[in-house]
């Protein structure tokens, strides 16, 4: 497969990775975590073009297309069922594809959606034969809490900054008084 500006890298994470394994600490896995979140993926799926003939109010009858994807499964023998995504095409390559699975370009929010959305998956893996990362469902749960934690944090201090530039001044209940002066 030609090297082009379209192809999905992750050296970067692959890295973190390797460094998070050699040493496991808060500021390792959060380099994972930050660069994974980053990141877009080859996930192996089916595309059917399923086409249907679909009747409007008034009756009449067209056809519409309403693809339709299946994305392949891994299993391990205690944790459970996964969806593999890979960091590349050469990582991709290397799965066994005997039922025509097709590379699939995904970003990890969608990838994490899909899983949230699939009830007998126990989460995902990041190159399943060799890195083998797990992101299991509870872990893209606390994820999702954090970022949105985070996003609040980021509002509340944009909208304090706003105030602040308006000539008002606000402190928190925890600080002392709660009101806007």
């Known amino acids: 497969m030609a090297e082009n500006e379209n192809a999905i890298r992750n050296d970067e994470l692959l890295e973190a990775i ?4 050699a040493d496991f600490n808060v500021q390792t896995q959060s380099k994972v975590i930050n660069l994974a979140l980053r990141g ?9 073009k399923n ?9 009449h009858l067209k056809f519409e297309d309403k693809p339709q994807a299946k994305f392949m499964l891994v299993k391990h023998k205690t944790n459970g069922t996964f969806f593999p995504v890979f960091t590349d095409s050469e990582a991709f390559e290397k799965l066994q594809n005997n039922d025509g699975f097709q590379p699939v370009r995904m970003k990890f929010s969608d990838i994490a959606q899909l899983t949230e ?13 060799t890195t083998n990362l797990p992101f299991p469902k509870a872990m893209l749960d606390q994820i999702k809490q954090q970022l949105i934690k985070h996003r609040q944090q980021h509002e509340a201090e944009k909208a ?17 008084e709660g009101s806007a002066e």
């Open 160 to 176: 304090k900054e706003q105030a602040e530039a308006q000539g008002i001044t606000m402190t928190s209940a925890s600080e002392g």
């Open 40 to 48: 877009t993926y080859v996930v192996p799926a089916i595309i059917n």
């Open 51 to 59: 086409t249907q003939l679909i009747q409007d109010k008034e009756n």
């Open 18 to 21: 390797d460094a998070m394994r």
């Open 117 to 129: 959305q699939t009830p007998n998956v126990a989460g995902f893996v990041i190159n399943p034969m």
